[in-house]
């Protein structure tokens, strides 16, 4: 018996240019890095597929312009695809439909009910400007809730959750540093219990206690609630620590998956093992 | 300007685009439909969104009622209704039963309106969802995706910080269930009387460039969650001072003898109508 996996991404490509004759057929493109050097279009995801099971944290490493973000976003909408597929099983009505290719109402419910996403600078995840216990609210108002003394507790329980101390939850996310920012980002992304959790590089540019934090936050996160999540990071020790199979991205292509320790310890794509010897 | 105008001010093809954006609106109720607001004779703020309407929509039969904050004889409403009076020609009146276009300022008057009156709003701010999204770009896909999370959420800010919602007015209403729109800002008190409404009503936003309605007897909802109702600004055991009415939206004034609180109603031809049938009243019981 085979697990069924809960997001199944199928063939993504984006592309930023219009292509020419010389990289507009998929088997033979003559690429430096990940652009054309003759028309200067960019191919930041080709031809990616891969699949999420439930309960699993997927790890997406790669150098910066890899086309990791790039794949979150057209995965949570928030850029479009120029094509591909992917499907979402859980028992909904669009199960097997391509997600890529339903109106933007039906997207924005599955982003407001099947997804969270925690980006990697806050001020793209958070309202700064409302208050704490608003920001979590927001995401309850979206999935439906009309309630304010049920959103009120479940942003409490939330917040409590993620250590921010209750009697400043009704300050507003700019009054807070960098990392309790990024705590009410994830409170607010679990709020409505998704089965799928987008995270990207959430512990980039925090302090090594405060990323000691939020990933033993995100690990007991995966452990009770069994949610499954992509964590995209170029910090390999994150992704040693959470991750239970990973993908490694190079110029907009997965050139290595497999478990996690594996392609740690025993890397085959000569960019993997380098990447993994200039670990310090 | 007072001879060799044209009639209603506008020339004709103005009006007909004034008149097929105000069509689109009805048509689609709630919806802000674009149109190219003209430079008018007043200044962009003071009305002149519903003075567009107004004008574009005007016939030599008219009766015209102009309303600011509930008065009739405020600067900003006698400016605009000697304005349409002097391109036009119609009668004024102050009597709101009397008129067969209401332009108004923050106030739906107190008389219920009939199915032979347009109700013409003047808006400063028609985007409900403005202060959480300051793009227009993102506000219309807002509205197009059916996604009004932002404006029950500054009802939700405004719970958690003063223990109820505290909009003083232009509180958001969904209208026909489907596109959430700013009333104008209209107490609290008038939103009740959009549902169902006998009359057109028309919104108009001169600055913002855009026109909407609620057509005659369309569902209007002011928004409020589950377990905060909405509610209207409450004036019980208080009544008016000159007229006695109560029920009424009224005005808090200072008593300039006495000191004392005192209420007043905010309508000012209705508080006149209740004065004049109170004399009459008198008059003829006096003479029996």
Redesign the interface.
């Known amino acids: 018996m085979y697990e069924e996996p809960i997001l199944q991404v199928r063939n993504l490509h984006k592309q930023f240019g219009p292509g020419c004759v010389q990289c507009s057929s998929s088997s033979d493109r003559h690429l430096e890095k990940n652009y054309c050097p003759n028309c200067g279009t960019v191919y930041a995801c080709q031809n990616l597929s891969f699949d999420l099971y439930p309960g699993e944290i997927l790890g997406i490493v790669g150098e910066s312009g890899s086309g990791k973000s790039t794949m979150m976003q057209c995965l949570y909408f928030d850029a479009e695809v120029t094509s591909g597929e992917a499907y979402i099983a859980d028992g909904h009505e669009t199960a097997y439909e391509n997600v890529f290719e339903l109106s933007?109402?039906q997207q924005?419910f599955i982003r407001n009910h099947k997804y969270g996403m925690v980006y990697q600078n806050p001020v793209h995840g958070l309202?700064m400007n409302?208050?704490s216990?608003?920001n979590i609210?927001?995401k309850l108002?979206?999935a439906g809730n009309?309630?304010?003394?049920?959103?009120?507790s479940t942003s409490k329980t939330l917040l409590e959750s993620v250590h921010i101390p209750l009697f400043r939850m009704?300050e507003a996310p700019k009054n807070f540093s960098g990392g309790m920012q990024q705590r009410v980002q994830i409170a607010k992304a679990l709020s409505n219990n998704p089965p799928i959790l987008f995270l990207d590089e959430v512990t980039t540019g925090l302090d090594l206690s405060v990323q000691a934090n939020v990933l033993d936050l995100i690990k007991k996160i995966q452990r009770e609630l069994g949610i499954s999540m992509i964590v995209v990071s170029h910090d390999l020790a994150v992704i040693r620590m959470l991750a239970d199979r990973t993908i490694v991205m190079l110029n907009g292509r997965i050139i290595e998956e497999g478990l996690t320790d594996q392609i740690l310890e025993d890397p085959q794509h000569a960019y993997t093992q380098q990447l993994v010897y200039s670990l310090l | 300007m007072k001879t060799e105008s044209h009639f209603a001010f506008f020339d004709e093809g103005s009006k007909k685009e004034i008149r097929r954006a105000i069509l689109k609106a009805v048509a689609i109720p709630g919806y802000q439909v674009p149109f190219a607001s003209r430079e008018m004779p007043i200044a962009r703020g003071w009305g002149t969104g519903g003075l567009q309407i107004t004008l574009s929509i005007i016939g030599k039969t008219d009766v015209l009622k102009v309303i600011d904050q509930g008065a009739d004889e405020s600067v900003n409403a006698v400016s605009i209704k000697k304005l349409v009076n002097s391109t036009t020609g119609v009668k004024l009146v102050e009597r709101t039963q009397d008129a067969s276009i209401i332009q108004s300022r923050h106030r739906i008057p107190e008389v219920p309106l009939t199915e032979d009156q347009i109700l013409v709003l003047q808006v400063p701010q028609p985007e409900p969802l403005r202060k959480v999204e300051a793009r227009e770009y993102i506000t219309k896909i807002l509205h197009s995706e059916d996604d009004y999370s932002g404006a029950w959420l500054m009802l939700f800010e405004q719970i958690m910080k003063y223990g109820k919602t505290s909009t003083g007015a232009d509180h958001p209403v969904y209208v026909n269930n489907r596109y959430v729109m700013a009333p104008s800002p209209i107490p609290r008190f008038d939103n009740p009387k959009m549902h169902q409404s006998d009359a057109l009503i028309l919104l108009g936003a001169g600055r913002e460039k855009k026109i909407y309605a609620v057509p005659p007897y369309t569902d209007v909802k002011s928004l409020a969650f589950d377990d905060y109702p909405f509610s209207v600004e409450s004036f019980a055991g208080k009544h008016c001072h000159l007229c006695g009415a109560t029920e009424v939206f009224m005005d808090e004034l200072i008593d300039t003898e006495t000191s004392e609180t005192i209420y007043q109603c905010n309508d000012t031809s209705y508080c006149m109508d209740r004065l004049n049938e109170n004399e009459e009243a008198e008059v003829k019981g006096n003479y029996v």
């Open positions: 933007s109402q924005r309202k409302f208050s216990v608003g609210a927001e108002i979206a009309r309630n304010v003394a049920d959103m009120e009704k």
